[in-house]
């Protein structure tokens, strides 16, 4: 089926809408379209509420949706709405779910609509969106109208019956609906184009009446899918509903319809209605109210017009906005009298739970936390590093050791500091193909695998052998140093247990071929700490440790663990219990997989640039043995 052509006449109750009566129960279900969280949990609060014993939402249709559920509270209960990829399907699995709910964008509100349309289970069909193009408006208002389907919206909040079913954030919040009465049905049939002014008039209608039993916003666009007198005709024939109550704005000419309405004898419930915007005429030029629709084309489409020609019709029309309430109270309290309405009895509707965010914000519960973070903050207008913001840092000239001594050491460093973190970073970031983190790399990336596994493939070697020999080196430096322990003395105690010197000895470097590295790092420290007598201790033991071979000196990883030792304790932000601390826990090894990460992606990018095969293993020959 193929909508009709764009700009064709709509008769006025074209829908049937006058026949329908009512279009919503306690049973009502209703398929989401374009999963939106809260709107759909404050379905399901309201049903609470009411206490229906289904929920309202059958399924949620998430375009490209592979299936699956959302989670979602119905009352003290979390439960699994299903989730499907297609209107189509959703529609075929759940044939009771006939509204359609559409929560779509304006740019695709027309085709998911049309879609909804067509299926033979679907009769309502709420569009929520603004701004939806006329044209797609009217072929939408058209195909419903042969095909005797109903539309509320578009640019509307939907819709509720109350004690029954509602749509998405119609009646807002659990508060405001509590306080318009909407857990139970009232004898108030309502209309309005405005779905804020909606949530207005059941507040007004739940103080001045027993409140509504219906109420529906059929949007402020100027073609609606559904007119107010549309609703009026169908509210005639509720027997529940004893009275009327419409509220209209200036432009267009729908409230002419109802007009047409009441002299016909077609509605002959008392209507109480007003329309808004008579403040236009104190305007010289022509002015928008809000909706698209909202805007005076001519006398006729005049706020004062129309609540001349519905006075002049027989509906109620007070004098001003300001009377609405009081209107209202006087007709249903005439109707009471006359024992046309037997108020609805009050009872105290179950208590939805709060959630935990919102009890948390009112000060209600406590809740204790899972994670604690001290080092970092994202919260405000900028993350924070430390208590420091990105704008500090970037405008101060942040390198790569201010970030490492905010988040790791909790301190801003000074420059001189974080000149020789990041030096430590450089001088270690690589140490050749044949070292057995770069090696496994090597061979995870020929083998073809992501960059990720490259790299933690050659990070899961380090450790005592490889890399982490800076945390132990720092360890049994400051140990020994603080102790008081002579040089030789430290080195045999240390071999009477079988324990290697940590950061001594190198399979290349010599006493007459000294690490580079190693040089570097010693010269700047003489030249910018306050202190290095944790390395002028190591280098008492590289003087004891050379008289037993020429290969066993001060290496790399115990140069800096013990350079981190005189960094820390002589700049002068750290408490002796706190550099321990550093030492314990193993914050210099930390160091050395940051500086290696460099490296080791290095590799795996060079090896995944080469495209060379997973290569023969060197010891492929293997001896076997018993």
Known sequence: MTPPAPGSPRPRGAFGLSAAGQIFSK??????????QLPVQRMLDFDYLCGRSTPS?????????GG?????????EEIAIPQMGSIEEAAAAYPKADVFVNFASYRSAYESSLEALRQPTIRVCAIIAEGVPERDTKQLIAFAQANKKIIIGPATVGGVQAGAFKIGDAAGTLDNIVACKLYRPGSVGFVSKSGGMSNELYNVIARAADGIYEGIAIGGDAFPGSTLSDHC???QNIPQVKMIVVLGEIGGQDEYSLVEALKAGRV????????????????????????????SGGDMESAQAKNSALAAAGAIVPGSFEEFEGTIRKVYAGLVEDGVITPAEEFSPPMVPMD???????GKVRAPTHIICTISDDRGEEPTYGGVTMSELMEGDANVGDAIGLLWFKRRLPRYATKFVEMCVVLCADHGPCVSGAHNTIV???AGKDLISCLVSGLLTIGPRFGGAIDDAARYFKQACDAGQDADEFVEALKQKGVR?????HRIKSKDNRDKRVELLQRYARKHFPSTRYLDYAITVEEYTLQKAANLVLNVDGCIGALFLDLLSSVGMFSPAEVQEVVDIGYLNGLFVLARSIGLIGHALDQKRLQQPLFRYPWDEVLYTK
Not at 356 to 362: D, E, M, T, V, Y
Not at 501 to 505: D, E, Y
């Open 356 to 362: 935990l965010g919102a009890a948390k914000k009112a």
């Open 233 to 235: 005709l169908r509210y």
């Open 57 to 65: 939402v059958a399924v949620i249709v998430q375009p490209g949706s």
């Open 268 to 295: 002959t419930k008392p209507v109480v209605a007003w329309v808004s915007g008579t403040c236009a005429k104190l305007f010289k030029s022509e002015v928008q109210f809000g909706h698209a629709g909202a805007k």
């Open 68 to 76: 699956g559920f959302q989670k979602l509270f119905f009352g003290k």
């Open 501 to 505: 010197v940590p950061g001594i000895g």
């Open 27 to 36: 049973d009502t279900q209703a398929i989401f379209f374009n999963w939106k």
């Open 444 to 446: 995870t990336s020929r």
